[in-house]
């Protein structure tokens, strides 16, 4: 079993930065690609920012420049850096890697259960 981990949710103030965790543990290995994702009532999950094992990252337009994906292979980490945060970043953040187990054949994702991000004007 994998368990994903998210922390770092908050409300904050426009303007403000937050820091976003997610720990994978359990039968996982090889975590090749790492990404965050939000989603916003009534909407469609969508790509914030990933990144890869040789540290190549990808964000959306929304998020160039203002946010910072990294990553620690070591402890199965990975952290979303928002600064400049605005009201419409306001969602439900949710981690998802992609990785193999012990168990089941070849690469799989698994998502983590979400952290809610709150941007008041």
């Known amino acids: 079993q994998v368990q994903l981990v998210e922390s770092g949710g908050e409300s904050v103030q426009a303007g403000g930065s937050l820091t976003l ?9 090889g975590i090749d690609v790492s990404g965050w994702y939000r989603q916003t009532p009534g909407k469609q999950r969508e790509l914030v920012a990933s990144i ?3 540290g190549i990252t990808n964000y959306a337009d929304s998020a160039k420049g203002r946010f910072t994906i990294s ?5 199965n980490t990975m952290t979303l850096q928002m600064n400049g945060l605005k009201p419409e970043d306001t969602a439900v953040y949710y981690c998802k890697v992609r990785g ?8 799989n994702e698994y998502w983590g259960q979400g952290t809610q991000v709150t941007v008041s004007s």
Request: hydrophobic share 25%.
């Open 52 to 54: 890869i094992s040789d």
């Open 71 to 75: 990553r620690d292979d070591l402890k």
């Open 100 to 107: 193999r187990s012990f168990t089941t054949p070849g690469y």
């Open 21 to 29: 965790s997610c720990t994978a543990s359990g039968n996982i290995f």
